[in-house]
T-cell receptor
Framework: EDQVTQSPEALRLQEGESSSLNCSYT??????LFWYRQDPGKGPEFLFT???AGEEKEKERLKATLTKKESFLHITAPKPEDSATYLC?????????????FGTGTQLKVEL | GAGVSQSPRYKVAKRGQDVALRCDPI?????LFWYQQALGQGPEFLTY????????KSGLPSDRFFAERPEGSVSTLKIQRTQQEDSAVYLC????????????FGPGTRLTVL
């Protein structure tokens, strides 16, 4: 069974204090790893898709990287508006269509 | 363009009532997904449509849950005889094709069963 584990569960940063969020996964094969941001009371908002080990993608202060067993979401010089829950998810390798298995998320709080 | 929309945004039901939750996917999106999200958890898969065909309903927790997408566009998730454990946020997502494309989520419907 596919599993996705995210750490830490919660993270509190000062504005400008860079850090990384971890997403580790156990799947038979990877058909993509998705990162989403979720604000309270809203649906997940798509950030990145990564498909192969070594791949990196950037958007503003966020950079996602992928290895064979885990992905990192690096946040550089975060601002309070980056506060949200960050979710990662993977589709099944075979048989399960395209349903996503999500981790429980990392709740990020960036303070002034 | 317009994103995925869901209605109602909030629903309060008495235990035993039936509820219907609506999802309008992005126009032209072939695939539609329903997820359930409990407080402090990630979304959990319920069911998946490709056009009007329900290809996977393995995540539906009981036979009280039923979903349909009769014309391959709008979808409805129906819960019969609601129970307190059904209280959660129900998220709908759509994707352009039938492969592992990016899923775009709606705002969700928060269901509270009293």
């Amino acid at each position: 069974e596919d599993q996705v584990t995210q750490s830490p569960e919660a993270l509190r940063l000062q504005e400008g204090e860079s850090s990384s969020l971890n997403c580790s996964y156990t799947v038979s094969g990877l058909r993509g790893l998705f990162w989403y941001r979720q604000d309270p009371g809203k649906g997940p908002e798509f950030l990145f898709t990564l498909y192969s080990a070594g791949e990196e993608k950037e958007k503003e202060r966020l950079k996602a990287t992928l290895t064979k067993k885990e992905s990192f979401l690096h946040i550089t010089a975060p601002k309070p508006e980056d506060s949200a829950t960050y979710l990662c998810a993977v589709p099944p390798w075979t048989g399960g269509g395209n349903k996503l298995t999500f981790g429980t998320g990392t709740q990020l709080k960036v303070e002034l | 363009g317009a994103g995925v929309s869901q209605s109602p945004r909030y629903k309060v039901a008495k235990r035993g009532q039936d509820v219907a939750l609506r999802c309008d996917p992005i126009s032209g999106h072939v695939s539609l997904f329903w997820y359930q999200q409990a407080l402090g958890q990630g979304p959990e898969f319920l069911t998946y449509f490709q056009n009007e065909a329900q290809l996977d309903k393995s995540g539906l927790p009981s036979d009280r849950f039923f979903a349909e997408r009769p014309e391959g566009s709008v979808s409805t998730l129906k819960i019969q005889r609601t129970q307190q454990e059904d209280s959660a946020v129900y998220l709908c997502a759509s994707s352009l094709g039938g492969g592992p494309d990016t899923q775009y989520f709606g705002p969700g419907t928060r269901l509270t069963v009293l």
